[in-house]
């Protein structure tokens, strides 16, 4: 297993040192370990232990992955439908250059979610679905 996400890491998503991976998801979610060797290559983790849709005086998920400058995130398809309804969106200050790629998990995601990703988050940036990958067992 380890050597597969390597190739994914380095391959697939040009993962390098330096760059930052976000994570919110729960240790008892299946993705919630996938990134962990990543640290091999240097990278780092942001861990956010919240739920996406939280917003705390102004901020919100966008801006805590402009301000520790992720790259590269896992969102849940349904999360990414609930922040497209309450119109979470990133604020005209946030700053989401690093973010090159966010994969799409937990549900098979539908068009409507890449249309917000790339007309109201960021237009360059690469939209990948984790959904319909097998469950990989970590020992």
């Known amino acids: 297993a380890f050597i597969g996400l390597m190739r994914d ?13 976000g994570n919110y998801s729960p240790a008892g979610w299946a993705v919630w370990i996938y990134p962990i060797p990543s640290l091999a290559l240097g ?22 992955l402009s301000e520790n400058k992720v790259t590269y ?31 799409l998990s937990g549900s098979p995601p539908k068009p409507r979610n890449y249309k917000f990703l790339l007309n109201k988050v960021k237009k360059d940036m690469y939209i990948g679905s984790m959904y319909g990958m097998y469950v990989k067992v970590y020992l």
């Not at 942001?46 to 901020?59: A, D």
């Not at 609930?82 to 119109?87: I, V």
């Open 43 to 64: 990278v780092k983790q942001f861990l956010f232990n919240g739920s996406p849709t939280y917003r705390e005086k102004g901020r919100n998920l966008w801006d805590h």
């Open 73 to 103: 995130i896992f969102i849940a398809s349904g999360d990414l439908i609930d922040l497209e309804d309450m119109n979470i969106v990133p604020g005209p200050n946030t700053d989401l250059d690093c973010l090159k790629v966010i994969s």
């Open 9 to 21: 890491y380095v391959l697939h998503l040009n993962l390098k040192s330096g760059d930052v991976i």
